[in-house]
């Protein structure tokens, strides 16, 4: 079992900054993305997530325990089952394989597992392929090929290795396991409230739209590593001259706002709905004429 990652961690050279103070210059506008030949993830798939670390609050050790709490897994996990055939989502359609095929734009939530520490609190990413690949052996998710493994992890999780640290060169990245010799897909996305400043930047002193920056946060995250995986799922789809996949080349930037106010009373700056949540995503790229950083295609 072992890991392979698709997509190098990213640096975190543009350090996200609070949304009134966002720079429009943070996207890598100068050039489009192109195809280099290899797949991308047609059809329709399924998401399994593994919560590794602790996620029961009262369990929890630290100042960011609240983080780390059942309200902060239902932000997410609602989130997960909602993004696929939105607006927003549907961005990632534009990018077809050799074939002509393209991703559906439809993504579906089908289960979660717990991890409580099996390989300790500082992994590789050898060791999440590792976790993965055990959870799907023991039957906690089938082994789907096409599907998509979430790798969650509480705020008191490294994950250190060679050039990946989260925190300290990204907040998260995609890569590829194995479990009993079938390849599997699986996206990283990290706990926010470890380094609020490098991972969740655009809430520094500014309220979050569901009056939890560290989930809030994820869910950018979350939304960001996995279009660049539907894309990009082997480093051999779209990006672009800079080694950037759709989702990399606007990392930064969040496009027209409005503004809420939260469960907490705060006014709130937000720039997608969906269903009865309102979220701050990161823009996402289109890929027409000299290409764009979007929340959709046509706005």
């Not at 969650?152 to 250190?160: I, P, R």
Request: contains cysteine; aromatic residues 12%.
């Amino acid at each position: 079992m072992g890991s392979k990652l698709a997509r190098l961690c990213i640096t975190l050279a543009l350090v996200l900054a609070a949304v009134s103070s966002l720079p429009a210059t943070a996207a890598r506008t100068d050039h489009t993305i192109e195809y280099h030949g290899g797949p991308v993830m047609t059809g329709n798939q399924d998401i399994y997530v593994i919560w590794y670390g602790c996620w029961t609050q009262s369990g929890c050790d630290g100042a960011n325990a609240r983080y780390n709490d059942q309200a902060t897994v239902d932000i997410v996990t609602e989130f997960m089952g909602r993004l696929g055939g939105t607006p927003y989502f549907v961005i990632n359609t534009e990018y077809a394989n050799v074939a002509g095929q393209t991703p559906s734009g439809a993504i579906f939530y089908a289960g979660s597992s717990v991890d409580n520490y099996s390989r300790g609190a500082t992994l590789t990413e050898a060791d999440i392929a590792g976790v993965i690949s055990h959870h799907i052996e023991a039957g906690d998710f089938p082994q789907d090929s096409f599907g998509i493994y979430i790798f969650v992890t509480s705020s008191d999780v490294a994950v250190e290795d060679g050039s990946t640290k989260f925190c300290v060169t990204c907040c998260n990245f995609h890569g590829t396991g194995d479990s009993l010799g079938v390849q599997f897909k699986y996206a990283f996305v990290g706990n926010p409230a470890r380094c609020p400043n490098g991972c969740a930047s655009q809430f520094e002193g500014a309220a979050s739209p569901n009056a939890n920056f560290a989930a809030d946060a994820m869910v950018a995250w979350l939304a960001h590593a996995v279009s660049g995986m539907i894309t990009n799922p082997t480093n051999q789809g779209w990006y672009d001259r800079y080694g950037l996949e759709n989702s990399e080349k606007c990392e930064g930037t969040f496009g027209p706002t409005q503004t809420m106010t939260n469960p907490d009373g705060q006014s709130a700056e937000f720039n997608v709905t969906f269903g009865p949540r309102r979220y701050l995503l990161q823009q996402n790229w289109v890929n027409e004429k000299k290409g764009r950083c979007a929340l959709q295609i046509s706005q």
